[in-house]
T-cell receptor, first 112, second 112 residues
Framework: GEDVEQSLFLSVREGDSSVINCTYT??????LYWYKQEPGAGLQLLTY?????DMKQDQRLTVLLNKKDKHLSLRIADTQTGDSAIYFC????????????FGSGTRLLVRP | DAGVIQSPRHEVTEMGQEVTLRCKPI?????LFWYRQTMMRGLELLIY????????DSGMPEDRFSAKMPNASFSTLKIQPSEPRDSAVYFC??????????FGSGTRLTVV
C-alpha cells in the first residue's frame, strides 16, 4: 500500500538552513503537502506542490520534488527558534479524491 | 472564518464510559476527516465523509467507535465503551478542492 517515510529528528543551529526529507511510494500522487505541528496544536498547512512541478518557493520555504525518485524535501532558510516543531509530509492519492497519507513526522529542533 | 472547531479540548473519562467528540468544519468544505494521533502510531485516519456521506471507515479500530455527520456543519465521533488504549489526541479536519486539509486544534482524550 501507500507509504510515506521521513526521518524522525533534525537539529540545526539558528540562522542555518534546514532540509527535511520525505519519500513516498505512490507514483500517481497528484499533490504533496508539508504540514507543521507546534506543541499542543493541530497541523497547519505550510505549502503544497503539484506533481507536475519540481520546485516551489514561498518566502523562506523551498519545496523540491523529484518525481522519478519519489523524493520530496522542504528547505527552511534562516531557520529560527520559532520553526521548532514537527513537520509532516503528506501525499494525496490519485484514486481517492480527498484522502491524504501522512508520514510519521520529523521533529525539528533549532538551537540558539 | 473561525477554522475547524473541535470540542472539548480535553476530556478525561473513566474506562467504560461513553465519550463523544464534536467537530464543526469550515463552512463550504465538503469533506471531513477524523484522525487519531499517538506517539506509537502517529497520525491514523479513522474515517472520512464527503458531502456528509461516510466514504471510508476502514481506519475505525473497533465497533466501539462510530462517527456521524448529520449535516454539513457538524460531525461526532463516539467511543462506547471507552478503554485506556483509546487515549490519544483526536483531530478533525475539513477540506475542499486541492488545498489540503484544515485541521482543528484537537481533543486530547485520557481514559483512566
Amino acid at each position: 500500500g501507500e507509504d510515506v517515510e521521513q526521518s524522525l529528528f533534525l537539529s540545526v543551529r539558528e540562522g542555518d538552513s534546514s532540509v527535511i526529507n520525505c519519500t513516498y511510494t505512490d507514483s500517481s500522487s497528484t499533490y504533496l503537502y508539508w504540514y507543521k505541528q507546534e506543541p499542543g496544536a493541530g497541523l497547519q498547512l505550510l505549502t503544497y506542490i503539484f506533481s507536475n512541478m519540481d520546485m516551489k518557493q514561498d518566502q523562506r520555504l523551498t519545496v523540491l520534488l523529484n518525481k522519478k525518485d519519489k523524493h520530496l524535501s522542504l528547505r527552511i532558510a534562516d531557520t529560527q527558534t520559532g520553526d521548532s516543531a514537527i513537520y509532516f509530509c503528506a501525499e494525496r492519492e490519485e484514486d481517492s479524491s480527498y484522502k491524504l497519507i501522512f508520514g510519521s513526522g520529523t521533529r525539528l529542533l533549532v538551537r540558539p | 472564518d473561525a477554522g475547524v472547531i473541535q470540542s472539548p479540548r480535553h476530556e478525561v473519562t473513566e474506562m467504560g464510559q461513553e465519550v463523544t467528540l464534536r467537530c464543526k468544519p469550515i463552512s463550504g468544505h465538503n469533506s471531513l476527516f477524523w484522525y487519531r494521533q499517538t506517539m506509537m502510531r502517529g497520525l491514523e485516519l479513522l474515517i472520512y465523509f464527503n458531502n456528509n456521506v461516510p466514504i471510508d471507515d476502514s481506519g475505525m479500530p473497533e465497533d466501539r467507535f462510530s462517527a456521524k455527520m448529520p449535516n454539513a456543519s457538524f460531525s461526532t465521533l463516539k467511543i462506547q465503551p471507552s478503554e485506556p488504549r483509546d487515549s490519544a489526541v483526536y483531530f478533525c479536519a475539513s477540506m475542499t478542492g486541492s488545498l489540503g486539509y484544515t485541521f482543528g486544534s484537537g481533543t486530547r482524550l485520557t481514559v483512566v
